[in-house]
């Protein structure tokens, strides 16, 4: 109540603030015709100035293409970027408690899908299961989805897809604006405030935002959870040590002009969070549950603190017939885990001194990325032609008293062409080419304590070299061709292409036990490319109240990468953990999307979302079998009550969603089945006017019945870990303007 009852105050408060919002753009037209012609005076109805560029864009755009802006992240919510997109079809995320998420683009995530923010690629430690994007939603603008392959303009590792994250838009000129948004949370008693202020005068203009969330424990709908078949009790439901605090700074600055404009993005994302503690490390009884149960806000070992600071110049030039894009930017992601101190395997009792390192430092990674975007986009007659260059250097260095990959250096330069052909007004073909040329190189890690003894036959009596050093070049040509086809209300979208990734660091010369899975897991330093070859379809055809989308796909890999159980297990570094090698095989996809939208009349609406997904290994020691993280097949029926525009109720709505989804009995071992399960979650809102003062009012129940279920693509849906349950989220924003 705490928490409501700070947003109440501060929408009172908010009242005070002398302003004026235009969230919608009305402009009204009063003709008359002279009353010496005998007619009498008429006002023509409202018009509402429509801007159809998302829609001409998918239109364009060969591949499946999803775009939402800033009002559906408000409306839903969720703990990050990635979940809030997870009510689209066919995005999923792999969940690491109520602050993280990974996303699944038809069922492949990490290393295959690139993310974009403010034009270019994120760079952080993707290969983790348990580190999520360092982003910020409440600075998003449009974000757009590209679901398929599409590496042939983002680059190589975009097998699955592209979120690519647009900033907000540039102020209008000679203004001064801003918004302050609150936000809380029941589930984990989250409160959180993002102030936004910017401005701009004829040419030049600045846009500053502040994020700051903290919140406690989350709640499960259990009392006692299972870890490996060892009995944990949770205390209020809770799961101890999931507490976190998030901060984001935000600065843009730039010169816009008619055929010239340079953009500076300077930011930088902070975040504290736990790890559940009785699901980390390699001896869950050794936790000290009243320790951790006295405080449900307070984050203790095992913790995670990761800074990411990103530095960005965007500009566009245009000039005849040319429309030059330079983007370059820095990026450094500084992750470190910190855990108690405890020995495995042949790990002396104590940290030694001379180590100088934190005694509590368990893994640390500092990601250094240097990055640039050169395109030049051409139009002559009905060719719009598009040519450049991406290239980016990384740096990641490594720290902390245990090892799992090593220290790495990589290289990428990737040159492409990209035609759309304007047969006729209805018919747009598409061509694309690129080559790739990629460098890593990995250095060699020894461990600091002796391994076994040689007198008593244990051991070598040596520090044993986990890595070695390593260096791979990497070259590939992919390419890409598709069609889109509109007539007045069926469009037709094909597109066929292959695409290429390379391996990383972690498949290629990881070593070491991930604590985070009770495992131990084992690159493989002779992995190839990952080529894959994928086919895209998508139908939708619109009426007045009806519109309908189909979007089937098949894709098909040669030499898909993935971790593959073994009988070997390690008792060098932890109990006796399996062994997981990493290994490749042939493998099969397909499935499809489906969205159905029914205007049921002026305020009521209605629509359907589902998806599919089969995958099948054709070679390798899973053969028959599926991939890690396939999520099982769901739909979403959405009723929504949106009253029409120019009444006294427009801009509010009320929505409710029933999402249905199957059990997952088509697992690859050691993964577990998972049953079905049926979801409800509300959603409502409104637009205030107090005085000259606009207020947004939101309001959501997540899991509405507190309904226990595992989710298939959870992180800890291994070691069976319910989801959270019934989170009520409010959020209010208040835009200002200042005269």
Request: glycine share 8%.
């Amino acid at each position: 109540m705490k928490i409501f009852y700070i947003l109440f105050l501060s929408l009172l408060l908010s009242a005070t603030l002398y302003a004026q919002s235009e969230s919608v753009k009305r402009i009204k037209t009063d003709t008359s015709r002279s009353t010496l012609e005998g007619l009498p005076a008429r006002q023509l109805k409202e018009v509402i100035v429509h801007d159809n560029t998302k829609s001409l864009r998918k239109q364009e755009e060969s591949l499946n293409l999803e775009v939402v802006n800033s009002g559906f992240i408000q409306r839903h919510l969720g703990g990050s970027l990635m979940k809030t997109l997870e009510r689209l079809p066919g995005i999923k995320t792999i969940g690491i408690g109520s602050g993280q998420s990974k996303p699944l683009i038809r069922g492949l995530g990490f290393n295959r899908i690139v993310v974009v923010e403010k034009g270019l690629k994120h760079e952080g430690q993707q290969w983790g299961a348990d580190h999520g994007l360092e982003l910020d939603q409440f600075a998003a603008g449009d974000v757009e989805l590209i679901k398929g392959a599409a590496s042939f303009i983002y680059g190589a590792d975009a097998i699955a897809g592209v979120i690519n994250v647009k900033p907000l838009m540039v102020p209008a000129e000679h203004s001064m604006q801003g918004s302050v948004n609150l936000i809380g949370k029941s589930n984990n008693h989250l409160y959180g405030t993002s102030a936004n202020l910017f401005g701009r005068q004829k040419h030049w203009f600045f846009d500053t935002r502040f994020t700051y969330q903290n919140y406690g424990d989350y709640r499960v709908p259990a009392d006692r959870v299972y870890v490996y078949d060892y009995a944990v009790n949770l205390h209020k439901q809770q799961l101890r040590n999931t507490a976190g605090r998030e901060e984001a700074l935000h600065l843009n600055t730039g010169y816009i002009g008619k055929q010239f404009r340079s953009i500076v993005y300077l930011s930088n994302v902070y975040s504290t969070s736990g790890f559940f503690a009785n699901a980390h490390g390699l001896e869950p009884r050794r936790v000290d549950e009243e320790f951790h149960d006295a405080s449900s806000r307070d984050i203790q070992p095992p913790y995670q603190q990761v800074s990411h600071f990103k530095l960005i110049s965007s500009n566009t030039s245009q000039w005849n017939h040319h429309k030059f894009d330079l983007e370059a930017g820095f990026q450094r992601n500084f992750r470190q885990e910190y855990s108690q101190y405890v020995n495995h395997g042949y790990m002396p009792s104590r940290l030694p001194d001379s180590l100088n390192m934190a005694s509590d430092l368990e893994r640390q990674f500092d990601k250094k990325v240097y990055s640039l975007n050169l395109r030049d986009e051409i139009t002559l007659g009905n060719h719009t032609l598009s040519v450049g260059v991406n290239a980016d250097y990384q740096d990641n260095s490594i720290s902390g008293w245990t090892f799992l990959v090593p220290a790495f250096k990589q290289s990428a330069v990737g040159l492409f062409t990209y035609d759309k052909y304007r047969v006729s007004d209805r018919l747009l073909l598409h061509g694309a080419l690129r080559y790739d040329h990629a460098r890593i190189s990995m250095y060699k890690y020894t461990d600091w304590f002796v391994s076994g003894s040689a007198e008593s036959g244990t051991g070598n009596g040596e520090k044993l070299t986990r890595a070695a050093d390593l260096q791979r070049t990497f070259n590939s040509l992919v390419w890409s061709a598709g069609l889109n086809y509109n007539l007045e209300q069926l469009a037709i979208k094909a597109n066929i292409g292959k695409s290429f990734r390379m391996p990383i660091a972690k498949e290629l010369g990881a070593n070491g036990v991930n604590y985070h899975y009770f495992s131990y897991e084992r690159g493989n330093a002779d992995l190839s490319p990952e080529q894959s070859y994928q086919a895209d379809l998508s139908l939708s055809w619109t009426s007045p109240r009806w519109s309908l989308q189909l979007s089937p796909f098949y894709n098909y890999f040669s030499n898909y990468i993935y971790l593959n159980p073994t009988p070997e297990h390690d008792y060098y570094y932890g109990a006796g953990n399996q062994v997981f090698q990493y290994a490749q095989s042939e493998v099969m996809r397909y499935g499809a999307e489906l969205t159905v939208k029914y205007k049921i009349s002026n305020a009521f609406s209605t629509e359907f979302l589902g998806e599919y997904l089969y995958a099948r290994q054709l070679s390798g020691d899973k053969k028959g079998y599926t991939l890690p993280f396939s999520p099982p097949a769901s739909g979403l029926i959405n009723l929504t009550w949106s009253p029409k525009t120019g009444t006294t109720l427009a801009d509010s709505y009320l929505s409710v969603d029933y999402r249905l989804v199957a059990a997952q009995s088509n697992i690859v071992p050691p993964e577990k089945k998972t049953d079905g399960y049926g979801l409800v979650n509300v959603q409502a809102g409104t637009r205030l006017q107090l005085g000259q003062q606009v207020l947004m009012l939101s309001l959501q129940a997540q899991n509405l019945f507190d309904t226990r279920y595992l989710n298939h693509t959870s992180f800890y849906r291994l070691i069976e870990l319910p989801e959270q349950g019934r989170n009520i989220v409010l959020s209010l924003q208040v835009p200002f303007k200042i005269k």
